[in-house]
């Protein structure tokens, strides 16, 4: 039986003014992710990428264009419902240093799971235990206890991934992922991706290292906002 589309977009474009003109940071983008299907996006800085993926997470309304995740055209959806959406559906790791500098690692990760259950979703496993396998699996477990402050880029980049897949997300968005890493730790983040995927999430990998490639299902690169 095939895997369910999870992530449709059709005609994306995001117009922006600068400078006394309109441009088109993206371009007419169509893109499409099955459920158990990584799909990777390639290209250089300045090109697009995050400009797409926050429209994808619906953080970022499109100037033309429409977004359907899991089966819900965002447009549709109020700000209240957008954030239940990517609260309890959409896993989103960005580029940007996000972690709550008052809490520690274990507290960071756990943090999406326990917002989850204000709102009334609950999980029907142990975040704790959740947690932990996550950490042991980007061998930060040692870092439990530590602050964002005494980290590095590289094991902030790990609890951040770690926080993106605490849920279980049906959706996973990855904007350059392996950015911050060495070797080692880029294929523990891409392994752990891969199980995610298998395991029947959709994940959309934005990068600038073709090396990750051997992990995608299918590749799109984006150049002055279009994607082919």
């Known amino acids: 039986m095939a895997n369910s589309v999870v992530v449709q977009a059709s005609g994306l474009t995001r117009e922006f003014y600068r400078r006394g003109s309109y441009f088109n940071a993206v371009e007419e983008a169509n ?63 960005t580029q940007q240093e996000t972690l709550i500098a008052s809490l520690n690692v274990r507290e960071n990760i756990l943090l999406p799971a326990l917002i989850a259950k204000e709102r009334g979703i609950e999980k029907p496993y142990d975040v704790n235990a959740r947690a932990e396998s996550l950490m042991r699996a980007l061998q930060i477990e040692g870092l439990s206890e530590v602050y964002p402050r005494e980290l590095s880029g590289g094991e902030t980049r790990r609890v951040i991934i770690a926080r993106t897949l605490i849920n279980i997300p049906e959706v996973v968005i990855a904007d350059e992922p392996t950015g911050d890493l060495d070797e080692e730790s880029t294929g523990l983040v891409m392994n752990l991706l891969r199980s995610a995927t298998d395991d029947g999430a959709a994940v959309i990998v934005v ?3 073709s090396d990750t490639s051997s992990f995608a299902d299918q590749i799109y690169t984006i150049t002055k906002g279009v994607l082919k």
């Open 207 to 209: 990068t600038h290292d």
């Open 31 to 93: 893109l499409q992710v099955s459920s158990g299907q990584m799909v990777m996006i390639q290209g250089r800085s300045g090109n697009g990428k995050s400009t797409l993926l926050n429209m994808l997470a619906g953080l970022l309304q499109p100037t033309r264009g429409q977004v359907r995740i899991c089966g819900q055209l965002l447009g549709d959806l109020d700000d209240s419902e957008l954030s239940t959406l990517r609260g309890s559906r959409i896993g989103y790791a």
